[in-house]
């Protein structure tokens, strides 16, 4: 599996770093991984949401997503579910990106929350950084649970002494 390479024109993130809501579809979602990757002290707060306009693939077992437009009105739009979380420095956002590799580049989004109804704009998600055709991307979705179950423990360790987890690299 081989990395993509970004367009060097590209931006991975905001010109200055502003605090933002970020959309996480993957492992992110999980509040271990969440708390480990951007070194938090405690537990985050999330909430529940979804977003439109991106069409989900797997990259072996990484999600991802590609921007989409849906030109023909008879067309379904996919809804991916996640959860948002609101980015406060902009370490937080470098450690995010690091984990998330090359791979990925930050897109705009808006989420819809799960909860309400209401419609968060001006959010940032991951989204695939290359070649949308490559034959490394599989259709398919990310299982959570799974993830949980059988891919976390290997590369997290748990600190039962802490109660954290810790990323090995």
Not at 63 to 70: E, G, M, R, V
Not at 134 to 140: I, K, P, T, V
């Amino acid at each position: 599996m081989s990395l993509p390479t970004r367009n060097p024109n590209e931006k991975a993130e905001p010109p200055s770093f502003t605090p933002h809501y970020m959309f996480f579809y993957g492992s992110l979602m999980d509040p271990d991984v969440l708390r480990t990757i951007a070194n938090l002290p405690s537990p985050p707060t999330t909430k529940k949401g979804s977003i439109k306009g991106f069409t989900m693939k797997m990259w072996s077992v990484y999600p991802t997503l590609i921007p989409t437009t849906n030109s023909n009105n008879t067309e379904e739009v996919p809804t991916i579910p996640g959860v948002l979380w609101k980015v406060e420095t902009e370490e937080q956002f470098q450690r995010l990106a690091a984990y998330e590799t090359s791979a990925y580049t930050s897109c705009a989004c808006a989420v819809v929350l799960e909860e309400t109804g209401e419609t968060v704009t001006d959010c940032r998600t991951f989204c695939w950084a290359g070649d949308v055709e490559s034959s490394e991307l599989r259709d398919g979705r990310f299982d959570l649970e799974w993830y949980q179950r059988h891919f976390k423990p290997a590369i997290f360790k748990r600190n039962s002494e802490v109660e954290e987890y810790i990323y090995e690299f």
